[in-house]
């Protein structure tokens, strides 16, 4: 599917205006939404990359640049020391209200755009995993897909690095994929388990899935890479968007009743 894959706009927020980058296929019609959020680094070629195959699958994908209060827009952060010292910073020196707004404001976009169907999921990488899973207690997401959510487990997202994204479980109402690798460093054997606990303890329609692989498996630069996984894993996501997020085959339904009617 050929797709439209170098627009943005500027979402108010309280923060500020907000770069949003916007993938979609060109063929007409209606599709459902995503959030994608990225990792510290904001909007590289890996996470475009990543927007695009979600795209070509039929969907319309909203990729908002985290940090738009502290960097000017269009800024991406380069995959070294550097651009992870500043992004591991500005992960804890932005306001953890400022994350929800963000996320509001990136649904409100999807709901009302020409080419969304209105039904909407969310889906993010490292720290995006995490905010993938706040963003997911929006009522209107029916489905989320979180790649080894970190901070999660500690409470370390925002300002004071207090969240309470565990606490806020139950308002969680669409369905979840977890996905971690089992050599990541920052979700441990010990962290993954209190995530999964606090998801069974509320009630959450969830699937989970453990893989061995690194930190970053996903992302197709570095030495972690490993595509076999991320192929699997993209597949397991795309998946349940279109289930979650589908139409149905309406026409059959309705054939169906019309039939039973009859006899």
Not at 43 to 67: K, Q
Not at 154 to 168: N, V
Request: charged share 20%; with cysteine.
């Amino acid at each position: 599917m050929t797709l439209h894959d170098s627009e943005f706009v500027d979402l108010a927020t309280p923060s500020g205006p907000m770069r949003t980058h916007l993938f979609r296929p060109t063929a007409p019609g209606k599709y459902p939404g995503l959030l994608l959020y990225s990792e510290i680094f904001q909007v590289t070629g890996p996470i475009r990359r990543t927007a695009a195959f979600l795209a070509g699958h039929g969907f319309v994908v909203a990729v908002p640049e985290i940090y738009h209060e502290f960097e000017p827009a269009g800024t991406v952060l380069a995959y070294d020391q550097g651009g992870a010292e500043r992004g591991n910073t500005l992960k804890t020196t932005k306001e953890l209200a400022a994350y929800d707004a963000d996320a509001r404001a990136v649904l409100s976009h999807l709901a009302q755009h020409p080419q969304c169907s209105g039904k909407l999921g969310v889906m993010g990488i490292c720290i995006g995993g995490h905010l993938a899973f706040r963003a997911a207690m929006n009522p209107a997401v029916l489905a989320g897909t979180c790649f080894y959510a970190t901070d999660l487990h500690k409470h370390g997202l925002g300002k004071g690095m207090k969240d309470d994204s565990l606490d806020r479980v139950a308002e969680i109402k669409g369905e979840l994929l977890m996905i971690w690798g089992r050599q990541d460093p920052h979700v441990p054997l010990e962290g993954r388990g209190k995530v999964h606990a606090a998801l069974c303890a509320a009630g959450t329609n969830f699937t989970w899935h453990e893989f061995n692989g690194a930190h970053a498996f996903l992302r197709d630069e570095g030495y972690r890479y490993d595509p076999e996984l991320a192929h699997l894993c993209l597949g397991l996501a795309v998946g349940l968007f279109r289930r979650k997020l589908g139409e149905g085959d309406l026409r059959a339904a309705g054939t169906a009743g019309a039939a039973e009617t009859k006899h």
